[in-house]
């Protein structure tokens, strides 16, 4: 074998078994991890969720999301060690920050988010390619971890469907530049984003923060009425996403409440947000050390609780 060939083949071979540093070097286009897994992350039970068990939930919805685009999931409990988090980390492809309702500093979705946007910013600065995703709280929560501060404020948004805003450059945004045409018109004029937050961040706080405002590029807003806020918006040099809105929602939530909107162009929203998202989740080459250690941390070994036709998240998995 001709010299250069050999040296080809031999970071190849180094991307599929060795460290994510040298995956990076020998990465090119054609070669994508086309077996992703996700990592979502759980937290706290509401004291109100008379189906819960244990003291931990991921909504199932999240996890179809992700299964529906071509990922496999992995839920990351909290009340780990670092340790513990760490090893999740360079095991996974990408991490999905979901909606609910726990304290963005306090709490312990707030203290793993925190260990995994770390470990996450000194990946990408080492050249690892890895992808982070928030949805509603996870959208708040990395403003709070950007900010390193909370600069979130109430709006008027519990249960309504809005049509995005979409700025000047979210049709060349990483995020939105591969949607077909017409679903980029459809998110733009008609009320297809599920809107269910009571804090957002405003237009105002984030112009005013130096620290969001260079991390940051606002892809879309919206407004209730009083308070211009962000409701998409993506990195500028990490492959990190955010939407406010609910994209999960549409094809696997059911509760029959105003915003909840189920339209053909709202699921392919849905779809085209998790595709792209998975897409990302390719570009990382991390690994569990053993097909067996991996089997053991899927999603697989966990079944769904159904909570009824009226409830807010139509099934979740629970953890101890
Ligand atoms: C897990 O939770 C317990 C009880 O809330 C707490 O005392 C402990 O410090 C937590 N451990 C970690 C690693 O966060
Ligand atoms: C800006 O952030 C502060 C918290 O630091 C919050 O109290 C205030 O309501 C926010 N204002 C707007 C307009 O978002
Ligand atoms: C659609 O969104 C607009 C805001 O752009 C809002 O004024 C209107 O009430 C919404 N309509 C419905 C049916 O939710």
Known sequence: MPRTAAAVFAVLIACLWCSPALCAVGRTRQQLNYRPIIGVLAQENLPWDQFARGSSYIAASYVKYLEAAGARVVPIRINRTEEEYAKIFNSINGLLLP???VDLQTSQFSRAAKIFYNLALKANDAGDYFPIWGTCQGFQQLTVLTANK???TLTDTKAVALPLT????APSSRLFRNFPKDLLRSLANENITA????WSLSMQNYSRNAKLRRFYKILSTNSDGKKEFISTMEANHYPFYAVQWHPEKSPFEWVDKPGMVHSVSAVRAS???ASFFVSEAMKNYHHYPSPDEEDKALI???SPVYRGFDAVFVQNYYFD
Do not use: K
């Open 99 to 101: 909606g609910g309702d």
């Open 150 to 152: 909370n600069l979130l």
């Open 166 to 169: 979409l700025t000047s450059v």
């Open 195 to 198: 809107n269910f937050h009571s």
């Open 271 to 273: 779809f085209y947000t």
């Open 300 to 302: 697989y070994n966990f």
